[in-house]
């Protein structure tokens, strides 16, 4: 059983920056691929960016490659995404999710999934 918990979700203009943390329960948390997936209004879930286990491969949705970084610290449990250079359609619902393996992460089935944090970004 994972348990995930997200934070640092808030309001900020555009061309801000937020950093968003997800706190994981369990010993084997150094095993999972970590996602970030996000929600807008009227919209279905889109994947955002994905770390694999050990921190050495990532990978991004073409709309947020170069400005948003999605990092991992086992030691600690957690796995964040710092969002700069802000945009209004970055304004969503921001999950953090885990699943056991990396292969084509950005489709995988992740088997674990927090209650989310809202990112607003204003004009």
């Known amino acids: 059983q994972v348990q995930l918990v997200e934070s640092g979700g808030g309001l900020v203009q555009a061309g801000g920056s937020l950093r968003l943390s997800c706190a994981a329960s369990?010993?084997?948390?150094?095993?999972?691929?970590m996602g970030w997936f996000r929600q807008a209004p009227g919209k279905g879930r889109e994947f955002v960016a994905a770390i694999s286990g050990s921190g050495g491969n990532t990978d991004y949705v073409d709309s947020v490659k170069g400005r948003f970084t999605i990092s991992r610290e086992n030691a600690r449990n957690a796995v964040y995404l710092q969002m700069n250079s802000l945009k209004p359609e970055d304004t969503a619902v921001y999950y953090c999710?885990?699943?056991?393996?990396?292969?084509?992460?950005?489709?995988?089935?992740?088997?674990?999934w927090g209650q989310g944090t809202q990112v607003t970004v204003s004009s």
């Open positions: 999710a885990a699943t056991q393996g990396w292969p084509l992460a950005r489709a995988r089935r992740y088997d674990y």
């Open positions: 369990g010993r084997t948390f150094y095993s999972y691929t």
